[in-house]
Structure formats: structure tokens, C-alpha cells
């Protein structure tokens, strides 16, 4: 079982960055996929970038260039640096860990407005 955690959302004008955090409640050394995902309201949640443990990256079309997902395997953690942000960037974001089972954390509100 793991919990997780996120932590880092919050206001910030477009053009601007933020970097979310999720801390694991265990060693995320052999988690086979961590990865963020987003849903804005009214709207499906939606894979926005993901890290495997065989090093592997992806990121959906409309962060590509902008976000950077990374994993601090010494801290359990995995982070979400986003840059040039936009106002359809605007949702709550949750992070997601993938072992045996699929484990969800509490999700994070990230607005982006003037």
C-alpha cells in the first residue's frame, strides 16, 4: 500500500511556474509508474505526465515543453515543475502511483489567472 501526499499548487498569473510535489509513504525505488494527472471542472481527468522505473518519461501534448516531471528516489518523491503556465492549465492535480494496485493521492488546486 502507499499513501501519497501532494503538496505545491496554488495561484499564480499566467506566464508564471509552480512545482508540485507528491511525498510517498514508501519506497517509490520500485513503483512502476508515478505520474500527475489533472481535472479542471466539468471536465474527465486526464494523464498530464508520468515517470517509470525503468527511467521513461511522457507528457500529454499540451504541457510538452513546459513541464518537467523528475523523481528524487532518495526522498520518496516525485516532482512536477511547470513553467509558462496557462490558463487552461487550471485544475486540481493528482498524483498516482502504480504497483500491485492503482493508489491516488488527495489532488492539489492549481489556478492560473490574472
Known amino acids: 500500500q502507499v499513501q501519497l501526499v501532494e503538496s505545491g499548487g496554488g495561484l499564480v498569473q499566467p506566464g508564471g511556474s509552480l512545482r508540485l510535489s507528491c511525498a510517498a509513504s514508501r519506497s517509490i525505488d520500485n513503483i512502476i509508474s508515478m505520474g500527475w494527472y489533472r481535472q479542471a471542472p466539468e471536465k474527465q481527468r486526464e494523464l498530464v505526465a508520468r515517470?517509470?522505473?525503468?527511467?521513461?518519461?511522457y507528457y500529454t501534448d499540451s504541457v510538452r515543453g513546459r513541464f518537467t516531471i523528475s523523481r528524487d528516489n532518495a526522498k520518496n518523491t516525485v516532482y512536477l515543475q511547470m513553467n509558462s503556465l496557462k490558463p487552461e492549465d487550471t485544475a486540481v492535480y493528482y498524483c498516482?502511483?502504480?504497483?500491485?494496485?492503482?493508489?491516488w493521492g488527495q489532488g492539489t488546486q492549481v489556478t492560473v489567472s490574472s
Open positions: 515517470t517509470t522505473k525503468a527511467g521513461s518519461t
Open positions: 498516482n502511483a502504480v504497483v500491485a494496485a492503482t493508489y
